[in-house]
């Protein structure tokens, strides 16, 4: 069981080129998310997917593009890098319950450098 | 306004010492609050969760405290140990999917 895995870990790319950013949990989560944190600010949501199929903005999604084509990952796109995208990304997944509401894993973070 | 406010933003303390770190929130709806440990360079990991009706909650050396009436949580870690040196991350939930972060208290434990 890997959890939450991220790929790529690190990325440098120029000013205007476009990336995917690929998340995959094997924990039959319905729900995906895609975070970033920046120094001196907490995790930030750009996009978020509650089942298969489906995807939602989050509080910061300019300049990103998100799909679920399947349950088990949640592509994030970026289609013209800016250097205001050097961030470290997080993915995430999680479950509801009704005792606990939703728990929530992360994955391990992919740094990217826009230059 | 962030929703959720945490002290200190950071803070030194020596090995085996105890220290205690604040989280206030204005989330509402309420469903639960949770603290997360973050090591340099990894993902976030929950360290505990607790409920409207829940007071207190324990995993190993931390203990969260949670009061609903005025808002605020709390996380102490007793004796302290070199691998506690992270980031704290409390973490509100209202219910509807949509997570409140802090922005963390940054611990470093000196030997």
């Known amino acids: 069981n890997a959890g939450v895995t991220q790929t790529p870990k690190f990325r440098v790319l120029k000013t205007g080129q476009s990336m995917t950013l690929l998340c995959a949990q094997d924990m039959n989560h319905e729900y995906m998310y895609w975070y970033r944190q920046d120094p001196g600010m907490g995790l930030r949501l750009i996009h978020y997917s509650v089942g298969e199929g489906t995807t939602a903005k989050g509080e910061v999604p300019d300049g990103y593009n998100v799909s679920r084509l399947k349950k088990q990952n949640f592509l994030l796109g970026l289609e013209s890098a800016a250097p205001s995208q050097t961030s470290v990304y997080f993915c995430?997944?999680?479950?509801?319950?009704?005792?606990?509401?939703?728990?929530?894993?992360f994955g391990e973070g992919s740094w990217l450098t826009v230059v | 306004k962030n929703q959720v406010e945490q002290s200190p933003q950071s803070l030194i303390i020596l090995e085996g010492k105890n220290c205690t770190l604040q989280c206030n929130y204005t989330v509402s709806p309420f469903s639960n609050l949770r603290w997360y440990k973050q090591d340099t360079g990894r993902g976030p990991v929950s360290l505990t969760i607790m409920t409207f009706s829940e007071n207190t909650k324990s995993n190993g050396r931390y203990t969260a405290t949670l009061d609903a009436d005025t808002k605020q949580s709390s996380l102490h870690i007793t004796a302290s140990q070199l691998s506690d040196s992270a980031s704290y991350i409390c973490?509100?939930?209202?219910?509807?999917?949509?997570?409140?972060f802090g922005k963390g208290n940054q611990v470093v434990v000196i030997p």
């Open positions: 995430a997944s999680s479950y509801w319950d009704a005792s606990s509401g939703n728990t929530i894993y």
């Open positions: 973490v509100v939930d209202n219910g509807n999917n949509r997570l409140a």
